[in-house]
């Protein structure tokens, strides 16, 4: 059943309107100097545009296989990665008696489990290896992070905290208590451990977003742009900051504990550069591809859970990020309005190139008694059609209007 078709349709239907409307045709302000660099202290750590004037729902029209009724976005008060450009050392399964693969087989056979559990990171190379261990094969790779929603790039590499199990600094549990609490009678200890996982990698994922909604409003500064996409993205870092919520007081329900991010790394500077056609190409890349298919993956993931607990984050966090899509897709109309031939380059190389390589969506290896997915996770093989359909019926549909 293809439950979330009227989903797409709609949101297709309303990024449609941005790329025809030119609806932010106010004149661009006078560009704000920012220097180019805002210094950020270093830390330790391990490790879409808009608001938009379309109030229809998109989540009242998934098809569910339940009846349990959902709110409106809650309001509520409640990391395992950090992936980078930097090269890992990592292990993949290996039972047969055959040696590792190697040279340009490695890659095909490691490729098998991007962004599966545990680590949700898909390997763009092989640097060295095979270094076969017990059962394994290990290599030294390069990995990204499977993208959810807006990543927050370094250097052209996504970051995020890593999780701990307790506050520091003072936090008292601030991103993991008080939130939503799924039901987890019934779940086992696996189950509970995988759900906590793929939860706090999300609310990671959701915390690392609020960062690349920060650059996002400061580029916006720094290119001129009109009142309305400003306090959008401002808008858009706080609706990040109730998701980082949302899913780690989920997972922390999950463990038994709570599930709280570590430091950011950033880098140490945060670069606002002056080109918009980087501008345009990075909310392109970021919010109009990633931000809709995280809409799509949170809306299936929406029409295939039954906990109530489950159901209300994801109700919230599918229109959010459908209202972050329609944010970047507005951004970029303004800057291919304002630009030259260089941002309309830009623009379409990162739909091109989005086309050509397709999305890496993750998701749980398996789920034998469909309870990971009564908890709202997919399996990694729904998550690739998801994510398929939401690039090749949403994303490069909408892009070709925006562009033409
Ligand atoms: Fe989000
Ligand atoms: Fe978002």
Not at 11 to 39: D, H, I, K, M
Not at 120 to 143: I, K, M, S
Request: hydrophobic share 45%; proline share 5%; net charge negative.
């Amino acid at each position: 059943m293809d439950r979330t078709l009227r989903f797409r349709q709609l949101l297709t239907s309303r990024l449609f309107q941005v790329a025809g409307a030119a609806a932010f045709a106010t004149p661009a302000g006078v560009a704000l100097s920012c220097g180019g660099n805002v210094v950020v202290d270093p830390v330790d750590g391990a490790g879409g545009a808009g608001s938009v004037t379309s109030t229809t729902s998109l989540t009242t029209a998934i098809t569910t296989g339940v009846t349990t009724s959902v709110g409106p976005t809650v309001s509520v008060t409640t990391t395992t990665t950090s992936s980078g450009g930097d090269p890992t050392y990592a292990c993949f399964p290996w039972l047969g008696d055959a040696e590792c693969p190697s040279g340009g087989n490695a890659l095909s056979y490691v490729s098998q489990f991007d962004c599966a559990a545990p680590h949700y990171a898909f390997t763009t190379a092989v640097l060295d290896g095979p270094f076969p261990e017990l059962d394994q094969c290990c290599y030294v790779v390069q990995q990204d992070i499977c993208g959810v929603g807006r990543p927050f790039l370094v250097n052209g590499a996504p970051m995020a905290a890593t999780a701990r199990g307790r506050a520091e600094g003072g936090g008292a549990g601030s991103w993991s208590a008080g939130g939503l609490s799924p039901e987890v009678e019934g779940l086992d200890a696996e189950e509970r451990e995988i759900l906590a996982r793929a939860w706090a990698q999300d609310g990671l994922l959701e915390h690392a977003s609020v960062a690349a909604f920060a650059r996002f409003a400061l580029e916006l500064l720094a290119a001129g742009a009109p009142a309305a996409l400003v306090e959008a993205a401002h808008r858009a870092a706080l609706d990040e900051v109730r998701h980082a919520r949302l899913c780690l007081s989920m997972a922390a329900t999950y463990r038994g504990g709570p599930v709280e991010p570590g430091p950011l790394p950033c880098g140490g500077s945060v670069s606002i550069g002056p080109d918009l056609a980087a501008f345009a190409a990075d909310t392109a890349r970021e919010g109009c591809v990633g931000e809709t298919v995280a809409a799509i993956l949170a809306a299936e993931q929406l029409s295939r859970a039954t906990d109530p607990a489950v159901r209300k984050a994801l109700f919230g966090i599918a229109e959010d990020e459908a209202r972050h899509a329609e944010l970047a897709f507005r951004a970029v109309a303004w800057a291919l309005r304002v630009g030259g031939d260089d941002v309309r380059a830009a623009v379409a190389e990162v739909f091109d190139q989005a086309a050509r390589d397709g999305v890496k969506a993750g998701g749980v290896n398996e789920d034998p008694r469909g309870v990971l997915e009564s908890h709202g996770r997919l399996t990694v093989g729904a998550a690739r059609e998801a994510a398929a359909r939401a690039l090749h019926e949403v994303v490069l549909p909408s892009a070709r209007a925006l562009l033409a």
